[in-house]
């Protein structure tokens, strides 16, 4: 998959996409829905989507903090989308410039003049331009005026519920992981690099590879079953593991992140690029009264999780 941010000189083979447009946190069965709208053209296959997410870039311009919302970073974003066979991956920096445009300026400058665009797929709800002005209905008249085509993918429900980033990210603050997966069509993945932290897993005879989770919606704090696939690196390759999300709370205050207790492996993975995905919540964060405690737990834990990965 071929990546690109500047919008104003594409080279020629990667103009003339057809593409899918939106923010696509979380890759869910909605906007997979929307992407398969822009396949099956004679025209490479696109995805526009925007760095950073816009909520982010108006919150910052207005001046207030907002809790972290997103359940993906860009790699993981990238990842995914490679994985559905997207060729060209536009992330448009949004800036001042991009949130000022208005609703014609940005179909005609940036669609049309810019990336060349000979189709787009937006979903039901899009909207676009300054102030949100422009819809899905705006674009697919600029569309007609412009020389592009506009299809308009309808909202998708999974169960009866409608297939949402707002829906999954109750369902992971609420430790219903297998519920997530089902609105997104696979499961919810944390990727990053394995960082170095205290080793006091190592020193419990349960070392594990740690990773931020900073800037990303916290699903529910606890230990989990988890898929672990290594990205890079000699070790790469797809392991099994149970995982804590939180805070430690035996070892004092700290900053939340992911620590993995890789199955069955022995090697180093310090700063290569990994993948963890949640599969089942098994239990709330706990604090013991020492260490001993702490490890009968993370024993239970572990074989609680082979249970659950067995079954899969």
């Known amino acids: 998959m071929r990546e690109f941010s500047d919008w104003k000189s594409l080279d020629d083979p990667a103009r003339g996409a057809s593409v899918a447009m939106g923010n696509f946190d979380g890759i869910h069965l909605g906007h997979q829905s929307v992407i398969d709208q822009a396949r099956g053209r004679s025209a490479p296959l696109g995805v526009i989507t925007f760095e950073p997410h816009p909520r982010e870039f108006f919150a910052a311009r207005a001046g207030k903090e907002i809790p972290p919302f997103r359940l993906m970073n860009p790699e993981a974003r990238a990842n995914r989308l490679a994985k559905l066979g997207v060729d060209c991956l536009y992330e448009l920096p949004f800036n001042a410039e991009l949130a000022d445009m208005s609703a014609q300026n940005f179909a005609r400058e940036v669609l049309c003049d810019g990336l060349g665009i000979s189709h787009v797929a937006v979903g039901g709800d899009f909207r676009f331009g300054k102030g949100r002005a422009g819809d899905a209905d705006t674009l697919q008249a600029l569309g007609r005026e412009l020389g592009f085509d506009v299809t308009i993918a309808p909202l998708l429900h999974v169960g009866g519920i409608e297939a949402s980033s707002t829906a999954i990210r109750n369902a992971l ?37 740690n990773m931020s989770v900073a800037g990303l919606h916290l699903p529910k704090l606890g230990v989990y079953a988890v898929k672990f696939d290594v990205l890079t690196g000699p070790h790469a390759g797809a392991y099994l593991g149970a995982a804590s999300l939180g805070v430690r709370p035996m070892f004092g205050e700290n900053m939340p992140n992911l620590e993995t207790y890789i199955f069955d492996f022995e090697g180093n993975i310090y700063d290569q690029h990994v993948s963890v995905a949640l599969v089942e919540y098994l239990r709330p ?28």
Do not use: N
């Not at 297998?178 to 960082?195: C, K, Q, Y």
């Not at 009264?289 to 609680?304: F, P, R």
């Open 173 to 209: 603050a609420e430790g219903r992981a297998r519920d997530a997966a089902e609105m997104l069509g696979h499961w919810h993945r944390i990727e990053g690099a394995v960082l170095h932290g205290d080793k006091r897993g190592r020193d419990l005879g349960y070392p594990t590879a």
């Open 285 to 312: 964060e706990m604090k013991f009264d020492g260490l001993e405690g702490l490890k009968a737990q993370m024993a239970a834990d572990c074989a609680q999780a082979r249970e659950v990965l067995s079954a899969l």
